[in-house]
């Protein structure tokens, strides 16, 4: 080149320049059609190995110039562009070698000195600084860079003007370019992310998961548990609590199965309040206590809304084998199996087996979930203890201060019948009271867990339906042994209280 700058050498300068971009580009864009979006590891390759590669044989067979300027371009943008560490480092080295080779071209041993230390520096400070860099000083560092760059090829190299023009064409062209391919990159995996996620509770979609499941078989990972969900009575809630209530709780039985599962399983969201757990390796001999464990995540706990607090049911078959539409088949048997003996619990991968999970309200009393709601908001602010059963006395909702004076937790509490607490035999006259559907007044005694015995006065009603009795509403107070009982109103019910 020459070594002087005219009105006749700086447009071949620029169109030198262009033609060196042009070269780039053409191998970045041929990277990301082909291989970035199938094969990573070529891409990577391509990106680290390739590059370097043809620019010297280009230098050093092709008899074309490429000054310092153009490596410290390669060397950014491969920086830019590769997110991998070890394969940074690896197109490094290359760009370093491809930079020293000149002495044995050319023999111009103290030039090529020169160029590998500036290399090497820049090197050591992109390694420096890449944990600490958000995408704004990335971009910043990649312009003062090769800006640098171009001004470092200006002091060192002979043909200086020469030099300088062409590394500065070819820096900016290519900061437009990357700067191009960023903007669109980030549109394509936010549209490929939309796609593949839902947008309401971030699972997997329909077409998400046929790229996991296609991930997973590349990885040899394709088979192990699916585990089908269901959330109970959904439809219920969502009809009396509304759309945007219902969305929070697709939102927030999503956000603890996500809890739940590692970085290499897959919660799927099929539609409507169905969801999908999809876990690799995973084996008939662990597979039962994985789902037990999700299902005491979403049922163990209350959830809090802004318009009070609710105990949720949900239901879960599963299957353990290929993942296949087969398996997934099995599970959501399992998972019918599930709600017809009752809701709220799991079925197990064999037929006619459920696992012993107790549900927080039968399949029997649907009637009797929204006074379940309705309750808990109302005992919210009560001091006297309340329990509500269903018809066949298991308990369904219990408030704090029933989970105080038992010394037993809800969730200890929440599907037992109400004589796990007793301390004596249960009078006959209770019975046939409640069974004429009439309310019973009266005392009995009770132990707690650490074998405590007291007595508690107590009024037991019996919730009927048209001519079924589908519940009973228990509230009770303790009281000596020797104290009769005292109740507040006409109807013999304890008054609830709050002081």
């Given at each position: 080149?020459?070594h002087?700058m005219?009105?006749?050498?700086?447009?071949?300068?620029?169109?030198?320049?262009?033609?060196v971009?042009?070269?780039?580009?053409?191998?970045?864009?041929?990277?990301?059609?082909?291989?970035r979006?199938?094969?990573?590891?070529?891409?990577r390759?391509?990106?680290?190995?390739?590059?370097?590669?043809?620019?010297g044989?280009?230098?050093?067979?092709?008899?074309?110039?490429?000054?310092?300027g153009?490596?410290?371009?390669?060397?950014?943008?491969?920086?830019?562009l590769?997110?991998?560490?070890?394969?940074?480092?690896?197109?490094s080295?290359?760009?370093?070698?491809?930079?020293?080779?000149?002495?044995?071209?050319?023999?111009?041993?103290?030039?090529?000195?020169?160029?590998?230390?500036?290399?090497?520096?820049?090197i050591?400070?992109?390694?420096g600084?890449?944990s600490?860099?958000?995408e704004?000083g990335?971009?910043?560092?990649?312009?003062?860079?090769?800006?640098?760059g171009?001004?470092?090829?200006?002091?060192?190299?002979?043909?200086?003007?020469?030099?300088?023009?062409?590394?500065?064409?070819?820096?900016?062209?290519?900061?437009?370019?990357?700067?191009?391919?960023?903007?669109?990159?980030?549109?394509?995996?936010?549209?490929?992310?939309?796609?593949e996620?839902d947008?309401?509770?971030?699972?997997?979609?329909?077409?998400?998961?046929?790229?996991?499941?296609?991930?997973s078989?590349?990885?040899?990972?394709?088979?192990?548990?699916?585990?089908?969900?269901?959330?109970?009575?959904?439809?219920?809630?969502?009809?009396?609590?509304?759309?945007?209530l219902?969305d929070?709780?697709?939102?927030?039985?999503?956000?603890?199965?996500?809890?739940?599962?590692?970085s290499?399983?897959?919660?799927?969201?099929p539609?409507?309040?169905?969801?999908?757990?999809w876990?690799?390796?995973?084996?008939s001999?662990?597979?039962?206590?994985?789902?037990?464990?999700?299902?005491?995540?979403?049922?163990?706990?209350?959830?809090?809304f802004s318009?009070?607090?609710?105990?949720?049911?949900?239901?879960?078959?599963?299957?353990?084998?290929?993942?296949?539409?087969?398996?997934?088949?099995?599970a959501?048997?399992?998972?019918?199996?599930?709600?017809?003996?009752?809701?709220?619990?799991v079925?197990?991968d064999?037929?006619?087996?459920?696992?012993?999970?107790?549900?927080?309200?039968?399949?029997?009393?649907?009637?009797?979930?929204?006074l379940?709601?309705?309750?808990?908001?109302?005992?919210?602010?009560?001091?006297?203890?309340?329990?509500?059963?269903?018809?066949?006395?298991?308990?369904?909702?219990?408030?704090?201060a029933?989970?105080r004076?038992?010394?037993?937790?809800?969730?200890?509490?929440?599907?037992?019948?109400?004589g796990?607490?007793?301390?004596?035999?249960?009078?006959?006259?209770?019975?046939?009271?409640?069974?004429?559907?009439?309310?019973?007044h009266?005392?009995?005694?009770?132990?707690?867990?650490?074998?405590?015995?007291?007595w508690?006065?107590?009024?037991?009603?019996?919730?009927?339906?048209?001519?079924?009795?589908v519940?009973y509403?228990?509230?009770?107070?303790?009281c000596?042994?020797d104290?009769?009982?005292?109740?507040?109103?006409?109807?013999?019910l304890l008054?609830?209280?709050?002081?």
């Amino acid at each position: 080149m020459e070594h002087t700058m005219n009105l006749v050498s700086w447009p071949q300068f620029l169109i030198y320049g262009m033609m060196v971009t042009g070269l780039l580009v053409g191998v970045w864009e041929w990277d990301d059609f082909v291989f970035r979006r199938g094969w990573t590891r070529s891409s990577r390759l391509l990106l680290s190995v390739g590059t370097p590669i043809i620019l010297g044989v280009a230098k050093y067979f092709g008899h074309l110039e490429m000054p310092l300027g153009i490596f410290v371009v390669i060397l950014i943008a491969q920086w830019y562009l590769v997110t991998d560490f070890k394969w940074r480092m690896l197109g490094s080295v290359m760009i370093l070698v491809a930079v020293f080779a000149r002495p044995v071209f050319i023999g111009d041993s103290v030039h090529a000195l020169i160029d590998v230390i500036i290399m090497a520096v820049l090197i050591m400070v992109l390694v420096g600084a890449r944990s600490r860099l958000n995408e704004f000083g990335v971009r910043i560092l990649l312009y003062v860079s090769l800006t640098a760059g171009a001004v470092a090829s200006m002091i060192v190299n002979r043909d200086a003007v020469a030099d300088l023009w062409v590394s500065i064409t070819v820096a900016s062209l290519t900061f437009t370019y990357i700067m191009s391919w960023t903007d669109r990159t980030q549109r394509w995996q936010h549209d490929i992310y939309r796609a593949e996620h839902d947008a309401l509770t971030g699972s997997l979609t329909r077409y998400g998961h046929v790229a996991w499941l296609t991930q997973s078989e590349m990885r040899g990972r394709a088979e192990g548990l699916v585990v089908a969900c269901d959330v109970d009575d959904f439809k219920w809630f969502n009809d009396t609590w509304g759309h945007d209530l219902g969305d929070q709780v697709l939102h927030a039985i999503a956000t603890r199965l996500q809890a739940e599962i590692r970085s290499q399983d897959a919660l799927v969201r099929p539609g409507g309040d169905e969801f999908t757990v999809w876990i690799p390796e995973a084996t008939s001999a662990n597979a039962e206590d994985i789902v037990e464990r999700l299902h005491r995540s979403v049922t163990e706990h209350p959830y809090s809304f802004s318009v009070g607090t609710f105990r949720l049911g949900v239901s879960m078959g599963w299957a353990v084998g290929p993942f296949s539409g087969d398996t997934a088949q099995k599970a959501d048997q399992n998972l019918l199996e599930a709600k017809r003996q009752g809701k709220n619990r799991v079925a197990r991968d064999a037929p006619g087996r459920v696992s012993t999970i107790p549900p927080d309200w039968p399949d029997s009393t649907a009637n009797l979930k929204w006074l379940a709601d309705a309750t808990t908001a109302l005992w919210s602010v009560w001091n006297t203890a309340a329990v509500l059963a269903n018809a066949d006395g298991s308990i369904v909702a219990v408030n704090q201060a029933y989970e105080r004076l038992t010394g037993r937790s809800s969730h200890e509490l929440i599907g037992q019948k109400p004589g796990v607490m007793s301390g004596d035999d249960t009078p006959d006259e209770l019975w046939q009271t409640l069974r004429e559907k009439k309310p019973w007044h009266g005392k009995l005694k009770n132990s707690r867990p650490d074998g405590t015995i007291w007595w508690a006065q107590e009024s037991i009603i019996p919730i009927v339906v048209g001519t079924q009795i589908v519940g009973y509403w228990r509230i009770l107070q303790e009281c000596a042994p020797d104290v009769q009982p005292n109740f507040s109103s006409d109807a013999g019910l304890l008054s609830p209280g709050h002081g």
